[in-house]
């Protein structure tokens, strides 16, 4: 029996990229996925986010896996979409079992030249829609008495960088949101843990205007160009991770057996919470 055979997971953000990953491995492990997606780009973002199209092809790999799957276009931010989503799983897949909270933005200025717009956009949906999404899931999971929870923060939850302020609020934000959700539920089965990831390869991190923010020296810098910088912030000298690396980490703290391990932080990040104090 595949070790998830029987459970539902939500993932959030499931488009693409990591969100996609745990998706496709939890339903080659055997459970039914609800993927969710805002597949619309905003104005206050640099990089396109992912496509309605994006979110299809989830779905389709998650079916290929031999699993049922709920794909819907929500937004985080929007508590009544994802409210709803939730309902709508528990009422055709009988539960959520595991809710990965992994929607996120990366958008960033110096905090002197900050618009609203930035700040308003990147906590929105980097804090109050992890908020939003423990919120949908944790009410049922009290009532079934069991849940496997995590959020997705990052290296800047428990850092600084220039031009990040934003983004370091949002995810040190979510790590002590889990903290305190993990206490919350302490007594319902249920754990709430983090991972915080490095530089992971996706369309987050290798899009033009990210590349430009850090080689702001070059016209049209290139990945060869800024993987020396991105290796900087890591302390293994590697400047990217693969999803899948992050997936592994996912897939631990939501198996059944990691039932005393909550309220914790998960880097995977290549050594550079080892630098943090
Ligand atoms: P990504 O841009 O490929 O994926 C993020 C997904 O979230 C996209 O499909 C996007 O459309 C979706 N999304 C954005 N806002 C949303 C909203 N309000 N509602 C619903 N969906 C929304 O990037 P990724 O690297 O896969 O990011 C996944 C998570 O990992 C994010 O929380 C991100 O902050 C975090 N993270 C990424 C890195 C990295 O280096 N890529 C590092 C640390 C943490």
């Not at 423990?134 to 290296?155: D, E, H, K, L």
């Not at 600084?160 to 934000?173: E, I, L, T």
């Not at 290796?231 to 899948?244: D, K, M, R, W, Y």
């Amino acid at each position: 029996m595949d070790e998830f055979t029987n459970r539902v997971a939500l993932v959030t953000g499931a488009a693409r990229g990591q969100g996609r990953s745990h998706a496709v491995a939890l339903a080659e492990r055997g459970a039914d996925v609800v993927i969710c997606d805002r597949c619309e780009d905003n104005a206050a973002v640099a990089y396109p986010l992912a496509t309605k199209e994006d979110l299809a092809e989830t779905a389709r790999l998650v079916e290929a896996a031999g699993q049922r799957c709920i794909a819907v276009q929500v937004d985080t931010v929007d508590r009544s979409a994802i409210e709803a989503l939730v309902a709508r799983a528990e009422a055709e897949l009988g539960r959520i079992d595991i809710a990965i909270a992994n929607a996120g933005v990366s958008a960033g200025a110096p905090i002197q030249d900050l618009p609203s717009s930035q700040w308003a956009e990147v906590i929105g949906t980097n804090l109050t829609g992890v908020f939003h999404t423990i919120a949908a899931v944790s009410p049922g999971m009290v009532a079934r008495g069991y849940g496997r929870i995590v959020t997705i923060a990052s290296m800047l939850g428990r850092s600084a960088a220039p031009g990040q302020a934003a983004y370091c609020a949002s995810k040190w934000g979510v790590i002590g949101m889990t903290k305190s959700a993990a206490l919350d539920l302490a007594g319902h089965g249920i754990t709430v843990n983090a991972v915080a990831p490095g530089n992971i390869s996706t369309p987050m991190v290798h899009n033009d205007a990210l590349y430009r923010m850090v080689r702001p020296d070059l016209e049209n810098p290139t990945r060869a160009d800024v993987a020396p910088v991105f290796a900087s912030l890591h302390g293994q000298p590697v400047p990217f991770l693969e999803p899948f690396e992050v997936t592994r980490a996912v897939l631990f703290l939501v198996a059944e057996a990691s039932a005393h391990i909550t309220g914790t932080v998960m880097p995977v990040d290549a050594g550079a919470a080892a630098k943090v104090t």
